[in-house]
């Protein structure tokens, strides 16, 4: 009964918004009624607050095992853990754009009532923020509805999740990037709405500054926490391998960085006003892409969640409407939104768009590197992939040339043309320094590697850049954006340390049998198989190996674990991972062989913990913007 109660109230919701385009469409072609937008905005907040409590119910079920739910039975178990069982809801394709639709709800709802009752954009970007929820209530309803029942009893127990799910990093990891990309619809809602209002003379930019900046942050977070994941998870001891899932989940990432910046230079200078409008459509419209790609199973990727071409060639026509929609606005109005002020040659604005243009590139490559396998195989058939050497090829250059700009545009002020002279005096240190220190790791390593050392190189000029900057603004008291230094700082320690990680990392593949100690090169001095044991855990086995080594002079214990689930039948590897500030050993058990010898994959991974820790400071670099931001315009309007 309660599973039909939460279906009635999401339809019901589905209803009320259907009431309000409906309503506003009529009252456009009359005279506008004096309690429209309070109604419209009744209605809203009423249809959300429908959507929050059958979610609520929806966990509910999932807590108390009502398998008689199709995906309840087909993606939990009783035996689970409350924090799994909740989890489970977004484990797959129903669940998750259930979840989906909850965050786009709550971002609208919160941006709508922060905004002042008389504002001129309230109602255009209000019928905007109906119209997308309810495309995505549509598609949910009709052809992945999370309500179904198996009738006329259900099962008496559920298939389980699946088990490289039932960790806490990839419960989380979900929902973060979620928040991300659904946070941007509040951009791309009111920039619509600004375009379609006509009036341009309105300040629009620090309305969903604020707003931009947090969808951001959920966003890095996400994309980190999956990396995190997939590197001591899934058993291969890689974070990033240019998966086409996780590749449309970096693009969304590119323009809103590409956005953010440019929403600074309109909001200051009054500049770039057009570019950043486009940007502000393009990131919503590359998370409708990205969810299209996911959801219709059409890209063989271990993080899709459908196979069904039918539910996707939807979302392709809800996100192609949307899109066209916002696009063809925006290129009715383009002739109305030149800036007021050109981009001065030379200025901060310019090498800010000079990023931008390199951001845009790397979009576009993406975007071929994932869809050039779909119109191969549309056209002749075959299959073909585009792996992580074409990536890494067309990146390095990128990050050379972007790593320039930011270098030279740290001096470089708003709106003012920076001296040629001042350009070799910002450009002399960093570049002198990162050339010396990109020779000295090659001459130790005796690695060659083109690609890492130009990653090293311009990360290096960014570190060094910055760093310069701050001891210049200890001692000379100059001016220095805090938020903006630090995000940075870790965008060029990512650089460095990506780099670092593919010259230095290495992996030696082990046969030995129980109580055989070898030795395994300069480091790893003595490598002791010393046990094995069957665990039984409650709802799988344990294979658990224990192996003692002596590396670097210590001695370190590892437990590497296979384990096979005994609902689903899958087998999982769990790494062990012993970690120092500067690398982690990373340890996996194989198969054991005929000759009764086992497998093991020992990799010595260098820098990789930093790859985390600079993708924090960005975050703390853009939480401490937006403290400022949030700070100056009070101090503005209270003045």
């Known amino acids: 009964?309660?599973?039909?109660?939460?279906?009635?109230?999401?339809?019901?919701?589905?209803?009320?918004?259907?009431?309000?385009l409906i309503f506003n469409v009529f009252f456009s072609f009359n005279k506008i009624h004096s309690n429209q937008l309070t109604l419209s905005l009744r209605?809203?907040?009423?249809?959300?607050?429908?959507?929050?409590?059958s979610f609520g119910m929806y966990i509910y079920l999932a807590i108390s095992d009502d398998f008689?739910?199709?995906?309840?039975?087909?993606?939990?178990?009783s035996q689970l853990p409350v924090f799994y069982k909740v989890t489970s809801i977004w484990s797959a394709h129903e669940g998750s754009m259930f979840l989906w639709i909850v965050f786009l709800t709550g971002w609208s709802i919160l941006f709508l009532n922060s905004l002042n009752k008389n504002h001129p954009l309230k109602r255009l970007t209000l019928l905007m923020l109906s119209l997308i929820i309810l495309g995505f209530m549509l598609f949910l309803l009709i052809t992945s509805n999370p309500f179904e029942r198996i009738l006329p009893f259900g099962v008496i127990e559920g298939a389980d999740i699946n088990?490289?799910?039932q960790d806490p990093a990839l419960a989380i990891h979900p929902p973060m990037l979620y928040l991300g990309y659904v946070g941007f619809v509040i951009a791309f809602s009111y920039i619509t709405a600004y375009l379609f209002n006509g009036d341009f003379e309105l300040q629009w930019e620090q309305d969903i500054k604020n707003w931009s900046f947090v969808a951001w942050i959920f966003l890095t977070i996400g994309i980190t926490l999956g990396s995190w994941w997939a590197y001591y998870e899934l058993g291969w001891g890689g974070y990033w391998f240019w998966d086409p899932v996780e590749n449309v989940a970096l693009m969304p990432w590119l323009a809103s960085t590409a956005f953010m910046h440019s929403l600074f230079a309109s909001s200051k200078s009054n500049v770039l006003k057009a570019w950043t409008m486009f940007l502000g459509i393009l990131i919503f419209s590359l998370s409708l892409f990205g969810a299209f790609i996911v959801r219709s199973g059409i890209i063989d990727s271990v993080h899709s969640f459908a196979n069904d071409p039918e539910r996707g060639l939807?979302?392709?026509?809800?996100?192609?409407?949307?899109?066209?929609?916002?696009?063809?606005?925006?290129?009715y109005r383009i002739p109305s939104l030149n800036s007021s002020k050109l981009v001065v040659i030379g200025s901060k604005e310019s090498f800010l768009s000079m990023n931008n243009i390199l951001m845009i590139t790397s979009i576009f490559s993406i975007f071929l590197g994932v869809t050039y396998p779909l119109i191969i195989e549309s056209i002749s058939g075959d299959k073909v992939s585009?792996?992580?050497?074409?990536?890494?090829?067309?990146?390095?250059?990128?990050?050379?040339?972007?790593?320039?700009?930011?270098?030279?545009?740290?001096?470089?002020?708003w709106q003012r043309s920076m001296s040629l002279r001042n350009i070799f005096l910002t450009a002399a240190i960093p570049t002198v320094f990162s050339l010396i220190i990109t020779y000295v790791v090659w001459y130790a390593t005796g690695i060659f590697s083109i690609l890492a050392y130009i990653g090293i190189f311009s990360g290096l000029l960014i570190l060094t850049s910055y760093f310069v900057r701050v001891i210049n603004n200890l001692f000379n008291k100059r001016f220095i954006n805090k938020g903006s230094a630090i995000a940075h700082i870790g965008l060029g320690l990512l650089f460095f340390v990506v780099s670092m990680n593919s010259i230095l990392s290495y992996e030696k593949n082990l046969n030995i049998s129980l109580d055989q100690t070898v030795a395994v090169d300069e480091s790893v001095t003595a490598f002791s198989f010393d046990d094995i044991k069957v665990i039984k855990a409650s709802n799988h086995d344990i294979i658990s190996a224990e192996v003692s080594i002596r590396q670097d002079g210590k001695n370190v214990l590892l437990n590497p674990q296979k384990r096979k689930y005994t609902t689903r039948g899958q087998i999982t590897s769990e790494s062990a991972i012993q970690a120092t500030i500067l690398k982690d050993t990373y340890l996996t058990i194989g198969d054991q062989l005929e000759n009764g010898t086992w497998t093991f994959s020992l990799k010595i991974n260098y820098f990789i913990k930093w790859i985390w820790i600079s993708s924090a400071l960005m975050v703390l670099g853009m939480l401490i913007t937006i403290f400022t931001?949030?700070?100056?315009?009070?101090?503005?309007?209270?003045?």
């Open 386 to 413: 585009i792996g992580p050497p074409y990536y890494n090829t067309i990146f390095a250059p990128i990050i050379l040339i972007a790593s320039i700009f930011i270098m030279i545009s740290v001096d470089a002020a």
């Open 43 to 53: 209605l809203f907040n009423q249809a959300c607050f429908l959507v929050f409590i």
């Open 68 to 77: 008689s739910i199709v995906y309840i039975a087909s993606h939990s178990n």
């Open 163 to 165: 088990p490289i799910l």
């Open 314 to 331: 939807y979302l392709l026509g809800f996100s192609g409407f949307i899109s066209l929609l916002a696009m063809g606005i925006f290129a």
């Open 1 to 20: 009964m309660i599973g039909e109660i939460a279906h009635f109230l999401s339809l019901s919701a589905a209803v009320l918004l259907i009431l309000i």
């Open 629 to 639: 931001v949030s700070y100056t315009h009070l101090r503005a309007h209270e003045t």
